[in-house]
């Protein structure tokens, strides 16, 4: 190797699961097939200092301020990859990064965060090692990410990307991220709104890697893990057809299932909020009233994930949004997103 100290940036995208992972084996080997949409507004921007010849150790700023714990879990997870990039213990770390959305505001800042840390880390590794092919160094800066968080692995590619050994999907990979064939997914699911409603902006009660935990002694777990391959088939043919309705259908399934999973874990725990209840019921309404294509998905969290096309309608989706359901958030609070394509 030829390491000298150098200062890399990178911006990577945060994402939002349509089939979700939840529950995981050793080495963030994903219990089930998953598969994301990646946003377009709501990214992590990332600098990373390298001072080599220092003795191993990481410093890292969010928007500014130390982070000590973030810190310690980094050098962590840089200990843990060094396998993968045998240079990485051989200096001392300067990282800042920032969010384009609000803090705590349950958008996967992990996925983000963990995607834009991997992309510097790639930066080096080429420094380093060599020249590399763009997408064996787009491959490996997934397969890194998926080691800091595993839903960061899909935040690498635009578009719907899927992490998870499927047989719907001949390239997918437990140990990486790729992207699902754009031929293969009508237009309509091409320029889609993420509107997310922030119910509830304080820390989650569980944190995702104890709720993955929980999934090994729940007794639904394998019948849940056989289901998202079901609906793996099923995504398939929406996506080709271009069947809106099966689409809402099935994402809005997918989000209750992961918070059907959480309630019937040993221990139980909930994560939505009465917010989150109400705006699904509207919802609900809402679509029996019009018959306008607006459905929702959640993340581990409260937040709604307010889905809808990009079309003739979306201005009367747009004004219900702000009329019915911003009423419900805590402060007003909404991040208007959209799929990045
Ligand atoms: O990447 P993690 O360990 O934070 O898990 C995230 C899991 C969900 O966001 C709930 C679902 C998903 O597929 O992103």
């Known amino acids: 190797f030829n390491i000298s100290s150098q200062t890399v940036s990178a ?17 963030q080997i994903p219990a089930n097939p998953s598969i994301s949409y990646t946003l377009n507004h709501c990214k992590t921007n990332t600098s ?3 001072l080599a010849d220092e003795k191993f150790s ?3 700023f969010l928007a500014g301020n130390e982070e000590k714990k973030f ?11 060094e396998p993968f990039l045998p240079w990485i213990l051989k200096g001392k770390y300067i990282i800042k990064t920032e969010n384009t959305f609000p803090h705590s505001s349950g958008i996967a800042s992990s996925a983000s965060g963990f995607g834009a840390i991997a ?3 790639m930066d080096l590794d080429e420094e380093f090692s060599g020249k590399m092919d763009a997408d064996f160094k787009l491959r490996k800066a997934s397969f890194i990410a998926r080691l800091g968080s595993g839903s960061a692995c899909r935040s690498l590619y635009d578009g719907l990307v899927v992490w998870g050994e499927t047989k719907e999907v001949p390239t997918s990979s437990d140990l990486f991220a790729v992207p699902y064939p754009n031929d293969e997914i009508h237009s309509v699911f091409k320029s889609f709104n993420d509107w997310v409603l922030l119910i509830h902006e304080g820390e989650k009660s569980v944190s995702s890697t104890v709720g993955h935990g929980l999934m090994k002694t729940n007794p639904y777990a394998e019948r849940r893990f056989k289901e998202a391959h079901e609906n793996f088939s099923l995504l398939k043919e929406i996506l080709k057809t271009g069947d809106i309705s ?4 099935l994402v809005e399934h997918e989000a209750l299932t992961l918070h059907a999973m959480m309630m019937m874990s040993e221990p139980a725990f909930i994560l939505m909020k009465t917010g989150t209840l109400e705006v699904i019921h509207k919802i609900w309404n809402f679509r029996k009233e019009t018959g306008l294509h607006l ?8 937040n709604v994930h307010l889905l809808f096309p990009e079309n003739a309608e979306a201005d009367k989706i747009r004004e219900f949004v702000v009329k019915e359901l911003l009423q419900h958030t805590q402060n007003g609070g909404v991040v208007k997103d959209e799929m990045r394509f």
Do not use: H
């Open 11 to 27: 911006s990577c995208p945060s994402n939002i699961a349509l089939i979700k992972y939840w529950g995981k084996y050793e080495n």
């Open 48 to 50: 990373m200092e390298f």
């Open 58 to 60: 990481v410093k890292t």
């Open 71 to 81: 810190a310690e879990k980094i050098e962590k997870y840089f200990k843990d990859i």
């Open 119 to 121: 992309k510097c880390l």
């Open 246 to 249: 099966r689409f809402m259908q």
């Open 295 to 302: 459905f929702f998905t959640l993340d581990a969290g409260a």
